[in-house]
Structures are given as C-alpha cells and as structure tokens.
C-alpha cells in the first residue's frame, strides 16, 4: 500500500454478484423524455398524515415559528415541574417535517358539513386510519422524544420502558414498527447520555447485504444509482481517460450498469479508473475483483484503487491523479454511518479535486440542528419508508424484516443515539445542496437532463403504479418519493473552473 491507496490484484472473486438485481441501463433517446409528475404533486401518504394529526392533539397553545418553539424547548430545562404533556411537539412537528411537494387538503372528498368544528375531519381521519393504541404509543413516543430533549432521562427511562411492552418491530401496523425502533434508538440515547459517547461496531458485510436487498424491493437505490450514472455519462462525453471517485462505493452495485454503456459507445470505450472509498480494506478489495472481472468481460481497460479512510482524512495528493483525465465524483448520501468525517473537509478537497461532474443524491432529511429537531424530522421521514415497505411487503415478510431491522433501524439509531454536533464535535451542512448553491465560485449546477428523468421514469415502472411512489422535476433536480413525501433528491453540480 503505496500513497494511501492500493491497487487491487486482478484475481477471481470468492462469490458472484447478482448482477440481474442491479439492471443494466440502457441507452436513452430524447423521445423518452415525459416526466411521470409535470406538477410536483404527491398523494397523501396515510402515516405520515397521522402522525402530523397525532400532534395536533397534544397542545392547542403553541407558538408561532419553529424558533420560538425551540427557545420555549430550552427554558423548560430550568423549569422545576416540567409537564412533557404541555410542551410545544406539535409545532416542532409542523415546522421541522420533510418538504412536502404539492400538498393537498385534507378535506379533499369530505363534506363540507362534516369540517364546522376545528380539526374535526383531521381528527377522525387519523383516528380512522389507525387505531386508538396506535395513537398512543406516537403520543407517548413524541412525549419521550421531549423529555430527552430536556434532559429528563428518569421520566424517559419510564416512558421507554412502557413502550418497549407496548411495540414490537414485528406489528402488523406500520405505526407500531416505527414505534418499536425508535423506541430502541432513543433508549440508546438515554445510556449513553449516562455513559457518555458511544461509536458502536458496525458489521459492515451486514449493512452491505441489506443495502442490496433494499435496492431489490423499492426503486429508491436504483434512482439514485440510474439518474447518477446518466449525468455521469453525459460528463464523459467524447473523454478518453476518466476517473471516478466513490466517496462510499460499499459493493459498487452502481457501475456494471454504467461500464456497459460506456463499453458500447459509438466514440468508443474509455479507459477507465476508479478510486472506491471505504471503511474496510477487505470489503473494497473485494468489490474492485467483482469489477474489474465484470470490466474484463466487456473488454474495457478498467484499474481500481482503494482508500480505506474518509474522504476528510485525506489531501488531494493522496488520491492518484492523471493528467488528461476526466474526473467524476458520485456521493449517495445516507445515514447509516458518518462516511466521510466533517463536511467542510470534505468540500474543501472537492474544490481541490476540480470534478468534471458531481453526482449527489441526498436523503431529504436533515442530520444538523438539536435532538428534537433530529428526531422530529427523522420520524417523518421513517413513517414514510415504513409506510412504502408496507404497502407492497407483507408484516411477515422476512424481507421486510430485514431492510428494517438492519438498515432503516441502523439510521434511525446513528440520527437520534449516536449523531449530533454535541456528539460528534462538529456541525454537519443541513443541506449539501444549499452549500453547494452557496460556492457559486466555486461549483456551478448542472440541470438534471430529460434523460436522466426518462431514466427515473423506467425505475418506478419496474414496480406497480398503485404502490404510490412518485417523481419530481425542479430547481434542477430530481425527487423520488412517496406520495406526498419527498424522500430522496438527485442533483448534479461542475466545478467552476473544469467548464
């Protein structure tokens, strides 16, 4: 290992990918250009609308803005009989949900007669959609989520352990499973506010396996991998040499689709380098045999590097660099781990770097800000996943199962135990794409093109129409999500000074 990198031997695998899981793309014409949604408009999606109706009922004296709610927050902490009844949930609710895109009334196809009474149809429509014990165990869940936020663990510790009897990761209801893990994550909270910090080991073959799995049952992975390797493609235009960068290529299901295109090109194929970022030397290693194997049998000249260190460790000296190459940086973004150290390190060795194209897709959830603001956002979020794994996934299925309790708890769980500015000691961006936006010197949008959509739209026709995952086109982007929530964001971006 020279340089912080190693190139991988060029031996067989031990095991072979499931490279029908991952699809190949195919090329796209303009004539497929129709996007699914021309208005932005999503449907309602029953859980989330539920637990927004649940918190209404909490309080009916709430402040105005999400900032005065968070300061009504902290000067509860010095009050001596703190009320969690009484605390302002419902506004941090309201204030710090995922955008909502085209939102629609909630008294859409109600008789007018039936909405005279102030949340009346609200009301009945959640208690309709699920169950009195469901409505509980989300009341006393968010009653939880406060006392943590004022440091009240003992009342917490109670509340917990009432809702660890009350939920279980197997229910039948969305709402009890959601229930169930973020009870789990917050529990993980209180010790460690006892104990102190706590980075927990991570089986990284594990999170890997149900990544894949995930990327077999819903269209969210396969968006980000499709519309990514688009934009890319269309950056490689015409280049001979080209490199890519993974800030965190995991098993590297994206680029069999995209090696195949660019070994079919009419130009010709390039060659090609890649630089896989990782936690384990191991597992990167392994993934760059499965690719160079996979290049091999297109005939395209094909290297790979590994750094088994975060991108914020490194200079840019430390990532092998050619003169003449076209380079492009792909970054899907989740919440399973901190993957590449603090974020302006990070964007500081981008600059460096002076990427062709970067391909960023981000989950439309917030990872800054305080526990409330954290648990507040990340409840919508999650009810919402919940509610897609439901609708098309029975409450058996092991499936299901194993999505959930290994990689939508793991996030869960590294957002409300293990993140946060006080305990990682460092602030995170909100928003990459703000940031992004904001270094207009520096990087320059690159509006998500109708092929990109074209190949969104032929990933949701892979799954049924009625299981209501819908797709977005705006500001340049592209937005995957379900029903009315925005889950997932494409967006595209060059370096100034690469143009």
Known sequence: MRGGYEVVDMIQPHEQWDYVSTGFQVPVSNSFTK???TDNRFERNELSEWVENVTKQLIDDLPETASDSLQAETTMAACDDINVNNINVSSLLMDYRPRKIARRSF????????????????????????????????TLLLECAVAISVDNLGEAHR??????QMASPYGASCAERVVAYFAKAMASRVINSWLGICSPLINYKSVHSAFQVFNNVSPFIKFAHFTSNQAILEAFHRCD??????????QGLQWPALFHILATRMEGPPHIRMTGMGASMELLTETGRQLYNFAKRLGLSFEFHAIAKKISELDASM??????????????????????????????????????????????????????????????????????????????DPTRHRVEHCLLYREINNILAIGGPARSGEEKFRHWRSELIARNNSFVQVPMSGNSMAQAHLILNMFPPAHGYSLAQGDGTLRLGW????????SAWTYAGSR
């Open 35 to 37: 996007p699914i949604v």
């Open 107 to 138: 008294f859409d196809g109600n008789n007018e007669e039936d909405c005279n009474q102030p949340n009346m149809c609200d009301n009945n429509r959640a208690l309709s959609a699920l169950d009195e014990r469901g409505l509980s165990l989300i």
């Open 159 to 164: 509340m917990l352990l009432e809702l660890t």
């Open 241 to 250: 040499m080209v490199h890519i960068i993974d800030l965190d290529i995991m």
């Open 319 to 396: 990532i092998p660099l050619r003169r003449g190459e076209t380079i492009a940086v792909h970054w899907l973004q989740h919440s399973l781990y901190d993957a590449t150290g603090p974020d302006w390190k990070t964007m500081r060795l981008l600059e460096q770097l002076g990427p062709r194209v970067i391909t960023l897709v981000e989950q439309d959830i917030s990872h800054g800000g305080s526990f409330l603001d954290r648990f507040v956002g990340s409840l919508h979020y999650y009810s919402t996943i919940f509610d897609s794994l439901g609708a098309c996934l029975s409450s058996d």
């Open 483 to 490: 029903k009315d929530t925005s889950l997932f964001t494409a």
